[in-house]
């Protein structure tokens, strides 16, 4: 079983759309959760951190679930932009290693 | 360009060749990790370095991959007589540090495409 799992999708939804996409870890003693975006195989780019209480930031919202290890990224508004591959991400502690999970296709269509 | 720098963004290597992968940090960080993504994969943890010193190797392969951060110069990772296998993305990443508190960031290079011919 991976430490970090995902749908892997793809989502393919209209511009305008609201999606969520979910992850579960196994670990219980992870520590740290991060959403990355990888556009094509570049790069992946934190897109926002985790918190337990939940975070949001502009049409981005993040949800921690830690009795349930659950992770939640929903997007409102969808831009053509947002196509890219999610990552749902943690860490057992402050810094160290990142454990990736596979990444959530989305695809934005006019 | 304050961000983390990777060279060469692109290498070709021949089977049994060695391959040599450069990281500088961003400004200010001290930490480097490597990751590797083969074909079709996720992103897999290998190392995490800190100036002449590793940290966490648990992921690097058990022959063949070495990593050095030295007091100056870039962190190298090092890949001898390479194998078809190989062929992957190369990331490194930074960061501030390690600890409790406030959350630590990584912030990730271009990356190296490493192919074996």
């Known amino acids: 079983r991976k430490e970090v799992e995902q749908d892997p999708g793809p989502f393919n939804v209209p511009e305008g759309a609201t999606v969520a996409f979910n992850c579960t870890y196994s670990?219980?003693?992870?520590?740290?959760f991060f959403w990355y975006r990888q556009d094509c195989r570049k790069e992946p780019k934190l897109l926002m951190s985790?918190?337990?209480s939940g975070n949001e930031d502009g049409r981005f919202t993040a949800q921690l679930n830690r009795a349930s290890q659950y992770i939640s990224l929903l997007i409102r508004d969808s831009k053509l932009s947002d196509s890219a591959t999610y990552l749902c991400?943690?860490?057992?502690?402050?810094?160290?290693?990142?454990?990736f999970g596979q990444g959530t296709e989305l695809s934005v269509k006019p | 360009n304050a961000g983390v720098m990777q060279n060469p963004r692109h290498l070709v290597r021949r089977r049994g060749q060695e391959a040599r992968l450069r990281c500088s940090p961003m400004?200010?960080?001290?930490?480097v990790y490597w990751y590797r993504q083969l074909p079709e994969e996720g992103l897999k943890f290998m190392v995490y370095?800190?100036?002449?010193?590793?940290?966490?190797e648990s992921g690097m392969p058990k022959e063949r991959f070495s990593a050095e951060f030295p007091k100056e110069g870039p962190s190298i990772l090092r890949i001898q007589q390479v194998v078809r296998g190989d062929s992957a993305a190369y990331f490194c990443?930074?960061?501030?540090?390690?600890?409790?508190?406030?959350?630590?960031?990584?912030?990730f290079g271009p990356g190296t495409r490493l192919t074996v011919t």
């Open positions: 370095l800190q100036k002449e010193n590793i940290i966490d």
């Open positions: 991400v943690s860490s057992y502690n402050q810094g160290g290693k990142l454990i």
């Open positions: 985790v918190y337990s």
């Open positions: 990443a930074s960061s501030t540090g390690q600890g409790f508190g406030p959350i630590i960031k990584q912030y």
């Open positions: 670990n219980s003693a992870s520590q740290s």
């Open positions: 400004k200010g960080h001290s930490h």
